[in-house]
């Protein structure tokens, strides 16, 4: 004889949640991320000019399986890539800079992130490309917050569905005192 398996009721703490965290989610995904990656020009970029110190990739094994790829400068800072511009051809082109040698980036200006790398030789990421890259990225997030704002009005339909069910039981009980 199989089990019978019930489906768990939603709760109106469980609406509450979908309805808090999409819209946090949401806003994030939509506006923030959309400041964040802006489409900008060269000129508004942030222009650094420094010597290669080394860089370092991370694959993001784990818990948060997003990859990293930051460059040591001889200023003392780290700069990062954004994640969509991160491919192996880059590393490849990355290994091939020697400790020392003058560099040149381009930094987004909200966000600071990469958008060109070049030596004195050659471009080793493109700015258009770079923004080709974080536009793709930029639209993927604006789908995934409208898909996050889904999710808290299917939480206002779950807290509906739940006092409608509430009222319903107690109007229940209330026709089974009077008989």
């Known amino acids: 004889m199989a089990k019978k398996r019930y489906k768990k009721k939603e709760t109106l703490s469980d609406g509450i949640k979908l309805i808090v965290v999409g819209l946090l989610l949401g806003t994030v995904f939509t506006f923030g991320q959309q400041f964040w990656s802006a489409t900008v020009t060269r000129n508004e970029c942030t222009v650094v000019e420094t010597t290669f110190v080394d860089y370092e990739y991370d694959r993001g094994i784990g818990r948060y399986n997003s990859e990293s790829l930051s460059v040591d400068c001889g200023d ?12 192996y051809s880059l590393m490849d082109e990355l290994d091939a800079i020697v400790p020392g040698e003058e560099i040149t980036l381009l930094l987004h200006p909200n966000s600071d992130v990469i958008l060109e790398l070049a030596t004195e030789d050659k471009v080793i990421l493109s700015f258009e490309e770079a923004m080709e890259d974080v536009a793709g990225e930029r639209t993927f997030f604006f789908y995934m917050g409208i898909l996050m704002y ?20 107690s109007q229940s009980k209330k026709g089974r005192r009077q008989l």
């Open 76 to 87: 003392g800072e780290r700069y990062w890539f954004d994640s969509a511009s991160i491919y």
């Open 150 to 169: 889904g999710s808290s009005l299917y939480g206002v339909y779950v807290m509906v569905m739940v006092l409608k069910r509430r009222k319903e039981y």
